[in-house]
């Protein structure tokens, strides 16, 4: 790690300290290559390899649990922990691709007058003072990588796909089963109280807050941990520094010790209060490394609900209902965003430049976008629906994985939007575009298909929240009808801050009745307002009640059943 540093170090400094000269070559002393984009690529290519490593240690960083820093790969099993972290890493090299490079284009098309001419033109010329600007955007940005706080969206990024990998609300359930609803049964019990100090029987039938009933759960857990260990098969999570294990081992004997004098009558020498919370903090810190233990263990939830079972708890699977439920509302308002989104866009272009307000637009063009917007974003996320209703039905829910689902989807969008799309061209576009073969056509549409992927997952990601029990629930309460309205902002502006590169290459074919600045303009518009729309339906027009399964503690299980016994 520390070699990687020095070594990207030892790179950087030099290549920074050479770029004004680089850049200042002349074309006869290189006739054939360009020293400053040569200089601009190697800075992106160190930046990226550098947002790589920066973004892959983001995103295994502790996670609180109960107070308690935990890391995230022992949270999840160990194919989704890879899946979630490649993701996150490309999408902040991603990031940092179209902030460092596709900006320049954006730039340079500018309308004149918004950005001083001194800027364009070293822009334009790629000159060593614009090279130190692109050196300064691309470290602000690694350094965000490496900023824990709340208002940084990079981060916040990692947090939702920790989510999607059940980081960590899967572990914080089982703690939760194991604090209010253990269950330890009658053979296990006496192997428990013949190897344990300070224990009977009787303690396990005591109330839940006494110290003798959260001691003898701490006997079991550490009973039940010391058999895994001594197994030999899990070392690697025994000796991870972060659990502590030998040192709770250490704290539990003392624990035990003070437990007899207690037991024996000598309250009156022990600070009582003290003496409740350390047993309160030691269960939990056992709860904790038990439901660690049980995730690490299993690599599918089958298997995780198989063993958590027989430790003493009831994990309930996931029930998925039917995604094809709310497609009209979604459809509702993709064509209403489309719709808004082109007028109120071409009256702003028109006000912005002197031509006043123009109420009367052009009224067939306004609904060739709504078709267009329909056939790209509509086609890709009705697709998505679909495939997720077969996924239901056709895999069970405890063997599906969020995080799984969620990349399928982007692929699909990605590909199934601009299909669409470019069927609705062929059919109903301009000449020149109908006359293209359709592969063709398909391959210069597919740049389009990102803004459908990501509407597919951010709608997707907000309908599980309302429906799945591995994610949290939407906070409906008033005090973050705010903050949920920002996040739709944040949404729609990354959304066009990605595809801006795409949307101002366009250009309007002669004689069109909205020329190539309009154009633009328009479009960018209309894919803010989509994005917006789409986020604005997910984030509120989903209310539905809840209909998530629970454990009854009054009627436990029985240990020997061979399933677990649950009601809604």
């Given amino acids: 790690m520390v070699r990687l540093r020095r070594i990207l ?76 972290s490649i993701a996150y890493t490309l999408f902040a090299c991603a990031v940092f691709l179209v902030l460092v490079q596709e900006h320049q284009p954006i730039l340079a098309m500018t309308p004149s007058g918004i950005i001083p001419e001194p800027i364009l033109q070293a822009v334009k010329q790629n000159s060593a003072s614009y090279i130190v600007v692109v050196v300064a955007i691309g470290a602000i940005y690694l350094y965000l990588l490496t900023k824990e706080a709340d208002w940084n969206l990079l981060l916040g990024m990692r947090d939702v796909i920790h989510l999607w990998i059940s980081v960590p609300q899967l572990a914080k359930e089982i703690i939760a089963q194991i604090r209010f609803a253990l269950r330890v049964s009658p053979q296990t019990i006496a192997q428990v109280v013949a190897s344990s100090r300070a224990l009977t029987e009787r303690d396990f039938q005591k109330d839940y807050l006494t110290p003798d009933r959260l001691w003898a759960e701490i006997c079991y857990m550490k009973w039940w941990l010391e058999r895994g260990h001594e197994a030999g098969n899990d070392a690697t999570f025994f000796i991870e520094d972060s659990f502590g294990f030998e040192k709770l081992i250490a704290e539990f004997d003392q624990t035990a010790w003070t437990m007899e004098q207690w037991k024996a009558g000598s309250a009156a020498n022990l600070a009582m209060a003290d003496f409740a919370q350390k047993i309160k903090n030691l269960h939990t810190r056992f709860a904790r490394l038990i439901a660690c233990y049980l995730i690490y263990r299993n690599a599918s939830r089958r298997d995780l609900c198989k063993e958590a079972y027989e430790f003493g708890v009831v994990i309930v699977p996931p029930r998925l209902q039917n995604p094809l439920h709310y497609w009209t509302i979604y459809a509702v308002a993709l064509i209403a965003a489309a719709h808004l989104g082109v007028y109120l866009s071409a009256v702003t272009f028109d006000a912005l430049n002197g031509k006043g307000l123009v109420m009367g637009q052009a009224s067939d063009r306004m609904l060739a976008w709504v078709l267009y917007s329909m056939s790209n974003f509509g086609f890709a996320i009705t697709l998505v629906l679909l495939l997720r209703l077969a996924t239901s039905e056709l895999v069970p829910a405890m063997n599906q994985s969020l995080m799984v689902t969620y990349c399928w989807s982007f692929l699909v969008a990605f590909a199934a939007g601009p299909f669409g799309l470019a069927l609705a061209v062929h059919f109903f576009g301009e000449d020149a575009s109908r006359a293209l073969p359709f592969s063709e056509l398909y391959f210069r549409m597919l740049r389009w298909g990102l803004g459908p992927a990501l509407v597919s997952v951010y709608i997707s990601y907000y309908l599980d929240r309302q429906t799945c029990p591995d994610l949290p629930d939407i906070d409906m309460s008033a005090g973050r009808i705010v903050w949920r309205l920002l996040n739709c902002l944040a949404f729609s502006l990354g959304v066009v801050f990605l595809l801006l590169p795409s949307l101002l290459t366009l250009v309007a074919p002669e004689g069109a009745t909205w020329d190539t600045n309009k154009l633009r303009f328009l479009a960018t518009g209309t894919t803010f307002s989509i994005a917006y729309g789409l986020a604005f339906a997910a984030q509120f027009a989903l209310v539905k009640p809840r209909q998530r399964l629970r454990v009854d503690p009054r009627s436990p299980p029985a240990m020997n059943s061979p399933a677990p016994v649950v009601r809604p």
């Fill in 9 to 84: 170090l030892f790179n950087l400094v030099p290549l920074l300290a050479a770029s004004p000269a680089l850049a200042q070559l002349t074309p006869t002393a290189s006739p054939q290559i360009d020293a400053s984009v040569v200089t601009h690529w190697a800075i992106t290519l160190l930046g990226l390899a550098t947002a790589a490593r920066l973004a892959w240690r983001a995103f295994g960083r502790d996670v609180a649990v109960d107070e308690f820093p935990t890391i995230p790969r022992y949270m999840t099993n160990r194919s989704q922990y890879l899946l979630g």
